[in-house]
């Protein structure tokens, strides 16, 4: 493999061209686009560059899994999977609609994605499964777990943090989405979760921090995975919520949001950046 | 063979069964070191065992798990619901103490809404064996099956000499009797067979119906009996909203059959805690106990038959 490049524009335009179909499935419908967009780098870095996966491998038992934890940030996946070729980029255009498996939370109908989710909490202990019979069978590959910064509230992560040490799964990767936001509070004035680096090494897990948004840190910091041997590893990326759009960054406001087609086209054009955008599309606060 | 060597020589022949336990081991003691890693205690995390035997299944193991069935089926519904149910993953979960068998433990630990939770699901399977040779005799099938499945463990003595090879969906019979029908499963059909010796004594022929699988169930010897008796009984340690009574009302419903019914469960409201023969005498489900609520409720059911059909033969 070549050295790396972090700057290279092929993934700068991936990433772009991953937002873009966020923002376009915010429409008709919506989406929680947030989250989506506060992950889209992750997602664009470990399917374009770090895991061992391609369109042509998703059944093979010696892949790396992704799964989705929090899963309403799906939109980032899905946009992923259109530009990587796991699926037609005309799909997306099915989003919500009844005849497709394309909806707010992950469908494993979707090549690609390999388990639902959307209920929090949960996919850490499927990834406990997936990353014991890798081991059983001597394989290689590695299990990845996106986990939403608001889903550390759920008991069942904190049971598996435990269980996965105990296992000393050093196949399992978890990765927090900190975008310090629950669904519509900030993390820090709901329930605070920091110093969260110390609570991860407390309960047995290799941890590091990064920025979320930077390809270099990420290269740099996964390509030491595990951190430890016989230890989990756990990697908080700070990321920022609405990132690329800098109107829907960082609002309380903006968790889930339909877009109308002009709203959309301004993120677009915010997106380039061409112009700040002023929304007046329906806001939902709570979901 | 116990439940527990049947497990052990099904898992050294097939790798794809894993045997998991949230640190309860009392069924399989002794399967650590047979089956090495293939053995998973995850100490007391219902939630999380049932989640990573989801990931288990995914990379096509079957994965037998075991708890005490009120955390198992309560602790970890949503994801029983959500990570097995949703995919039709070929889990197996296995409920320790439910029923009665809780005995001194009081209501935390009284799984008596475990059928009624578990029948909920799509594509989970139910089966509630008698005691250990019928908990032995039905394992095997449960585990070559595809589904999902909750087995209400029960490793008790033997309540009779069972006749019947095991067969999911179908029931075992004791006798034809039309007087009465005993529909029971599971812990109970050591009190309904000895209700059926006492009614027989009193010249009242009965026959027991005992279910073993509760889904599938055997709608056949169902409807048969409601044709064919005066008097139908649900016989179960569970709670009367959503166990056998409300299954057998439903069916009533579908096949558009109307029967007498008498209900004897638990209704709104746990059992007074103890040792497991008192348990049986204070709530009036000792064998001899049934009988007799059987025979007061056969007496009217024989008063009201013979007014109902002096009113439909226009007698009155």
Redesign the interface.
């Known amino acids: 493999m070549p050295p790396f490049n972090p700057d290279e524009p092929w993934l700068r335009q991936l990433a772009l061209s991953v937002r873009e179909h966020i923002i376009r499935m915010g429409t008709d419908g919506g989406c929680f686009i947030g989250a989506s967009l506060s992950c889209a780098d992750l997602l664009v870095y470990l399917y374009g560059r770090h895991l061992t996966i391609s369109p042509e491998t998703t059944a093979s038992p010696d892949r790396d899994y992704l799964l989705l934890s929090k899963g309403h940030d799906v939109p980032a996946l899905y946009g992923t999977f259109a530009e990587l070729g796991y699926i037609d980029p005309a799909r997306l255009a099915n989003h919500l609609s009844v005849r497709d498996s394309i909806y707010w939370h992950p469908n494993r109908n979707i090549p690609g994605v390999e388990f639902h989710s959307g209920s929090l909490g949960h996919l850490l202990s499927v990834g406990i499964g997936i990353a014991l019979d890798i081991r059983m069978r001597g394989g290689k590959n590695r299990v990845y777990v996106i986990l939403g910064d608001g889903e550390l509230n759920e008991g069942t992560i904190w049971e598996g943090l435990q269980v996965a040490s105990a296992l000393k799964l050093d196949n399992l990767i978890g990765i927090v989405d900190r975008n310090e936001f629950q669904a519509n509070i900030r993390t820090e004035e709901l329930i605070p979760l920091e110093p969260l680096e110390a609570k991860f090494e407390a309960f047995g897990w290799a941890t590091e921090r990064i920025d979320g948004h930077s390809f270099s840190e990420m290269e740099e910091t996964f390509s030491r995975i595990p951190f430890e041997t016989s230890r989990p590893t756990m990697i908080i990326a700070d990321t920022i919520r609405g990132k690329g759009c800098p109107s829907i960054e960082r609002r309380a406001d903006r968790w889930f949001v339909n877009l109308t087609s002009n709203d959309a086209d301004a993120l677009l054009r915010e997106l380039h950046g061409q112009a700040a955008a002023d929304l007046e599309s329906e806001i939902l606060m709570v979901r | 063979m116990t439940y527990e060597e049947i497990l052990a020589e099904r898992a050294l022949a097939d790798e794809r069964l894993v045997v998991m336990t949230a640190e309860n081991r009392a069924a399989i003691r002794n399967l650590p070191g047979k089956l090495g890693?293939?053995f998973?205690d995850?100490?007391i995390?219902e939630?999380?065992?049932?989640?990573?035997?989801?990931?288990?299944?995914?990379?096509?193991?079957i994965?037998v798990l075991h708890a005490l069935a009120t955390f198992l089926t309560l602790r970890a519904f949503?994801?029983i619901r959500?990570?097995i149910g949703?995919?039709n993953l070929p889990v197996k979960l296995v409920g320790g103490v439910p029923g009665l068998l809780s005995d001194g433990n009081g209501p935390t630990h009284q799984a008596i809404e475990d059928i009624s939770l578990m029948r909920g699901i799509p594509n989970m399977k139910v089966f509630a064996p008698a005691d250990a040779h019928e908990l032995a005799a039905g394992i095997p099938a449960i585990l070559d099956d595809a589904s999902p499945w909750y087995v209400r463990f029960n490793a008790t003595a033997p309540a009779t000499d069972h006749h019947e090879p095991f067969d999911i969906g179908r029931a075992e019979i004791f006798g034809d009797g039309d007087d009465v029908a005993i529909i029971t499963y599971g812990f109970m059909l050591r009190e309904a067979l000895v209700a059926r010796d006492v009614l027989a004594a009193e010249g009242i022929s009965s026959r027991v119906i005992n279910l073993r699988t509760l889904k599938p169930i055997d709608v056949g010897a169902i409807l048969a009996a409601a044709d064919e008796t005066i008097l139908m009984v649900t016989v179960e340690d569970h709670f009367l909203s959503g166990g056998l009574y409300s299954i057998i009302g439903e069916l009533f419903l579908k096949h558009r059959t109307m029967a007498p019914l008498l209900p004897i469960a638990f209704a709104e409201r746990w059992f007074t805690p103890g040792r497991l023969d008192e348990v049986l005498v204070n709530e009036g489900l000792t064998g001899a106990q049934l009988a007799e609520t059987i025979r007061l409720e056969l007496i009217s059911e024989r008063t009201g038959s013979f007014h109902a059909s002096r009113i439909t033969s226009g007698m009155v």
């Open positions: 890693d293939r998973i995850v100490g995390a939630a999380t065992m049932v989640g990573a035997a989801a990931g288990l299944a995914l990379r096509g193991r994965p949503e994801f959500t990570d949703i995919p």
